[in-house]
């Protein structure tokens, strides 16, 4: 078997027959298996993996907890209950409220990795799938065009890569650090990972589709309660990361590690719009990163903070 495509799901009642269907309409000339860990649902996600399960005995692998696994401490899911029980070669993500937009999505990366072995991350651009109304971009696109990537770009890269996106060896994960453990997210040591052992390739074409605003996602739950708190515990546990990154690769990608732990501060302070910091003169590199929409926000929630406050309740609804 080539291929596990590897899904997560918590309450995704609304999302997940869409990412399902999506799975099984690939066009490939090799097999693969389709991995679903539910996180004890209780909105009827495990009601509807059951369904297909029965419809695709085989195919669809449910793992479907009586208790909460997150609420307990385990931040990365995949690697403590899917990652272990993958068969296929090479690992695709995708979680329960994303999808895949490509029919030959797998066969298009699995033929890459096949044909250049130090590949050990495959990725591609995405489209975004709007839930509600934000200020956020139509698409995720790192790169301009289909090209290699350097193992010091996945470390320290201006824009994030599409979780939907990623395929890699399983062989990459079999082992896991200390630093994927310690990660508050998923994506980001599976990249530092692939970087330590070899280079990435992105294709510049849409081949899955990233939902923002999913009532109970990562994102959105994080941005309740005391939101500049979970933010800088995030940053914590990110510079904790990349510090164990830098020790066990010997400190070969230390300018890049560094680089990357600075703008995960800088993308906190951008979140909780910490204007001093964000205007910063030596934060000015990481400034320019950010898109235009998001600098003329920034630039208008500082400046006029209630024509911002109200241009955002006319556009969103949000307080």
């Known amino acids: ?15 997940i027959r869409q990412a399902l269907d999506s799975f099984l309409m690939q066009k490939t000339d090799f097999d693969y298996e389709i991995l679903v860990h539910d996180d004890a649902s209780t909105d009827g996600t495990s009601e509807i993996i059951r369904e297909y399960a029965a419809k695709y005995p085989g195919k669809i692998k449910p793992l479907i907890q009586t208790e909460n696994q997150y609420s307990q401490g385990i931040d990365n899911i995949s690697g403590a209950f899917n990652f272990p029980r993958a068969s ?10 994303d999808y895949f937009v490509s029919p030959y999505k797998l066969q298009k990366q699995v033929d890459y990795m096949e044909a250049n072995k130090d590949c050990t991350l495959c990725i591609h651009s995405a489209a975004i799938h709007l839930v509600g109304k934000a200020f956020t971009k139509k ?3 790192p790169y301009t065009n289909s090209r290699k990537i350097t193992p010091q770009e996945m470390i320290d890269k201006t824009s994030g890569y599409a979780m939907s996106s990623m395929a890699f060896p399983l062989s990459l994960v079999k082992e896991l650090p200390d630093y994927y453990v310690d990660c508050p997210v998923g994506d980001t040591p599976i990249q530092l990972m692939a970087a330590e ?6 294709f510049d074409e849409p081949m899955s589709a990233y939902r923002v605003g999913v009532a109970g996602s990562w994102t959105v739950s994080g941005k309740s309660g005391d939101y500049a708190r979970k933010q800088k515990t995030y940053y914590e546990r990110m510079k904790r990361v ?11 990608f230390h300018r890049a590690v560094r680089s990357a732990s600075l703008r995960t501060y800088y ?9 001093k910091e964000i205007y910063k003169r030596e934060f000015r590199t990481f400034y320019k990163e950010l898109d235009r929409t998001t600098r003329a926000l ?22």
């Not at 078997?1 to 999302?15: F, G, K, Q, R």
């Not at 296929?88 to 409220?97: H, T």
């Open 242 to 252: 990349y510090k164990e990154f830098d020790s066990a690769t010997k400190g070969r």
């Open 88 to 97: 296929g070669k090479y690992i695709f993500m995708c979680d329960g409220d």
């Open 298 to 319: 920034i630039f208008l929630e500082c400046r006029t903070p209630l024509l911002y406050q109200w241009m955002r309740e006319k556009y969103t609804g949000q307080k």
């Open 1 to 15: 078997m080539l291929a596990s495509i590897n899904c997560v799901t918590y309450n995704h009642a609304s999302y």
């Open 197 to 202: 052992k070899g280079y990435g390739y992105y």
């Open 267 to 275: 993308q906190t302070m951008v979140n909780t719009r910490q204007f």
């Open 139 to 141: 698409q995720m696109r």
